[in-house]
């Protein structure tokens, strides 16, 4: 399946280079494209691509691929939009965009939205035991904790190609005119820190609770603490049975990351640890506990981005249904603006744009 990569930053380079590298029977990459014309040819030369370019609609144009990988930061609203136009699959990097505004305006197509902890195999199996158990109904709760140092920190390793051909302040106003449809131009920074980080790494754990218990409907509690982006404290009812918890913590030194979700049901618990997400083929470790503090633990060193890629190949070669589509996504994007809602209204804070009617 030929493709085309828009997009070549962090997680490119990180990830999906090594990963696309390594499965070259699956994949052929036609085409890469970046704002940056230093990080196309970066990329391109990992890879061996010839046609880099930094326009995509140029791009889009020309073709010579099936399907678009978009893996470029900020909302991807409108350069999805152009993708499915154009008539290509597209697997779209999280989040989706920022607005359910961007979703509506979003032709039919193939678009799958990647988070690829929902491919996880160790996410799987508890998925699988916990239907097993009963399924959502026999939760008590669901408790996370996401302990995130700098990305300087937890991508040292990679030694990145930098982009400084690029003025980033004309992408920073636009991604602001966009949070302001979100949130309202009246919201101040507080509030936009809390959005941006539920829909940029809070979103992953939403999807988690999509799969184990479906989409919260309401949110109690926000609270912040620690500066900006600091501590984010999350909690509510889940949509059958118990409550859920969220406790994110900004800590640029921390020694690495730490991401725990534990789900508790009457019986006993099912606890996942991750990993560092740029560690390709780090294990997620599952433990079940059950009577008698019987403790069971699986350990799954199989890579949850390759995973994803291969379920993308299966979506667009025989019409396997991702994990996530838009609609998954806007549920994300709806519970982050709820998110955002109750903290401006816990804080007596301005709010406006769509998150204003949540």
């Not at 399924?135 to 904790?145: L, Q």
């Not at 003025?167 to 949070?179: G, I």
């Not at 599952?286 to 699986?298: D, I």
Request: negative net charge; proline residues 5%.
């Amino acid at each position: 399946m030929k493709v085309a990569l828009v997009g070549c930053g962090a997680v490119t380079q990180a990830v999906y280079v090594p990963l696309l590298s390594r499965r070259r029977e699956l994949f052929e990459v036609a085409a890469v494209c970046d704002l940056s014309a230093t990080l196309a040819g970066a990329v391109g030369d990992r890879l061996g691509v010839a046609r880099r370019h930094t326009d995509l609609g140029e791009m889009l144009a020309e073709g010579g691929f099936d399907a678009v990988l978009m893996l470029a930061s900020g909302s991807h609203g409108e350069p999805v939009r152009q993708a499915l136009a154009a008539g290509y699959a597209v697997l779209c990097e999280k989040p989706l965009a920022l607005t359910e505004a961007e979703v509506a305006a979003l032709p039919e197509g193939r678009l799958m939205v990647g988070y690829m902890k929902q491919y996880d195999p160790a996410v799987r199996r508890a998925e699988e035991m916990l239907a097993e158990l009963g399924g959502a109904a026999v939760i008590r709760s669901v408790e996370v904790t996401v302990l995130h140092p700098s990305a300087e920190a937890q991508l040292g390793f990679a030694n990145l190609s930098q982009a400084r051909d690029v003025d980033v302040a004309p992408l920073r106003a636009a991604e602001n005119a966009v949070l302001d449809r979100a949130l309202g131009a009246e919201a101040g920074p507080e509030v936009r820190s809390v959005y941006s980080v539920a829909l940029g790494s809070i979103c992953h754990d939403l999807s988690l609770l999509r799969r184990f218990t479906g989409s919260p409907v309401k949110v109690d509690h926000v609270e912040t603490w620690g500066g900006l982006p600091g501590s984010i404290e999350i909690s509510g009812p889940l949509p059958v049975a118990g409550r859920y918890s969220i406790r994110w913590h900004y800590l640029e030194d921390y020694p690495a990351y730490r991401e725990t979700v534990v789900v508790h049901h009457a019986s006993g618990s099912l606890e996942l640890v991750f990993p560092a997400p740029y560690l390709m083929n780090a294990p997620t470790v599952l433990t079940a506990v059950s009577g008698a503090e019987t403790r069971a633990e699986y350990r799954e060193v199989t890579e949850a981005f390759e995973t994803q890629l291969l379920a993308f190949h299966a979506f667009v070669t025989s019409g396997k249904p991702p994990l996530t589509d838009a609609a998954g996504a806007l549920e994300d994007i709806v519970t982050a603006q709820r998110i955002a809602a109750r903290y401006a209204v816990q804080h007596d804070l301005a709010l406006g744009g769509e998150a204003g009617d949540r």
